[in-house]
C-alpha cells in the first residue's frame, strides 16, 4: 500500500502531476490526469496506461481493489492529504483517487488500417464537455475510430476525459490532423464522408431509406454555435441535416450526434 502521506503541494510529484492540467505540459509529457475510480479501472485495463495514482486515506480503503492493481501493475501509488488531493483534482467534490495515464491516441493511419465502417470526426469543437459526450456517444454507437482536428479542444483537458466517463480508453483516438488532409484519408480509405449541417440539403431520414448509410462512413461534427466553415463543407460526400419535427430550433451537438451515429449503426447491421 501507499507510503508516508504526502501534505504539502510543494512535493516535486504534486508539483509535477498539478502541471498537467495544462495543455502544454499534457503535450510535452504525454501524460493526463484522470479522476475517480472509473477513471482509474479504465486505465488499468490498458496495458501501461496508468502511470501513477494518488489517492486519500479514505479511498484507499474504500478502493483496495483499485490500489493494490495500480501497485501490480507497478504504478507508484501516492497517499495524500484530503487538502493535497483537492489542489490535484479539477472537480468541486473529488473522489479521492487521481490518476496519471499515459496518453491513449494513436497516428490516422494506425486508426483506418483496420478497415473501420464507422469514424467520427470533431471539426472546430471548442467546449470540452461537448467533446467528451459526443466521444462517449461514439463509443455507445459502435464508432470505432474517433478523430479530434487540429482546431478541436484536447481530448486530455480534465473536463472532456470526465464527459467521456472512460470511452477515451475504449477506442481508437486520433489527435491533431488538418482537415484539409484529413479527408483525402477518409476517403482512400473506403468511407462516405458526411457533414451534420443544419442546413444540409439531405435530411437524415433520405440517407437512411437510400441506403447512403449502409456503407462505411465517417460523420464530421462542427462546434455547436457557428457549425462547419464553408471549406469544410465543400469537401465532404454530403451535407445532412437531422430532420427538425417540433417547434425547437435545433439540437445541440451531441445530441445530432447521438441520432446521426446511431442512424449510421442501426444502417449497417440491417
Known amino acids: 500500500m501507499a ?11 504534486v508539483k509535477a502531476a498539478r502541471r498537467l492540467a495544462k495543455r502544454a505540459f499534457r503535450r510535452r ?11 482509474v479501472r479504465e486505465a488499468l485495463a490498458i496495458e501501461g496506461g496508468l502511470a501513477e495514482l494518488f489517492t486519500t486515506a479514505e479511498a484507499e480503503t474504500r478502493h ?12 507508484p501509488v501516492l497517499r495524500v492529504s484530503g487538502e493535497v488531493m483537492a ?3 479539477q472537480t468541486v ?3 479521492g483517487l487521481l490518476a496519471v495515464c499515459e496518453f491513449v491516441d494513436v497516428p490516422l493511419a494506425e486508426s483506418l488500417a483496420a478497415g473501420p465502417r464507422l ?9 470540452p464537455g461537448n467533446a467528451g459526450t459526443v466521444l ?20 486530455y483537458n480534465g473536463k ?59 460523420w464530421v461534427f462542427g462546434n455547436e454555435a457557428w457549425g462547419l466553415p464553408d471549406e469544410i463543407l465543400r469537401h465532404v460526400d454530403g451535407c445532412v441535416r437531422v430532420p427538425i419535427y417540433g417547434r425547437a430550433e435545433s439540437l445541440n451537438l451531441a445530441t445530432a450526434a447521438a441520432v446521426c451515429l446511431y442512424a449510421s449503426a442501426r444502417a449497417q447491421r440491417g
Open 87 to 89: 489542489e490535484l483534482a
Open 64 to 75: 483496495a481493489d483499485l490500489v493494490e492493481a495500480a501497485e501490480r501493475a507497478g504504478a
Open 3 to 13: 507510503g508516508r502521506e504526502l501534505t504539502s503541494i510543494r512535493s516535486p510529484r
Open 119 to 127: 469514424v467520427t470526426v470533431l471539426a472546430h469543437v471548442r467546449d
Open 29 to 39: 509529457e504525454r501524460r493526463f490526469l484522470a479522476e475517480g475510480p472509473q477513471a
Open 160 to 218: 472532456c476525459v470526465r464527459a467521456s466517463a472512460g470511452s477515451l480508453f475504449h477506442l481508437p483516438v486520433v489527435v491533431g490532423p488538418r482537415f484539409d488532409t484529413l479527408i483525402p484519408e477518409l476517403k482512400s480509405a473506403g468511407l462516405t464522408v458526411l457533414a451534420a449541417d443544419g442546413a444540409g440539403p439531405r435530411t437524415l431520414d433520405a440517407c437512411i431509406d437510400d441506403g447512403t448509410l449502409a456503407g462505411p462512413t465517417a
Open 136 to 155: 462517449r456517444t461514439a463509443d455507445a454507437a459502435g464508432s470505432e475510430s474517433v478523430v479530434f482536428t487540429d482546431a478541436s479542444v484536447d481530448p
Open 93 to 95: 467534490t473529488p473522489q
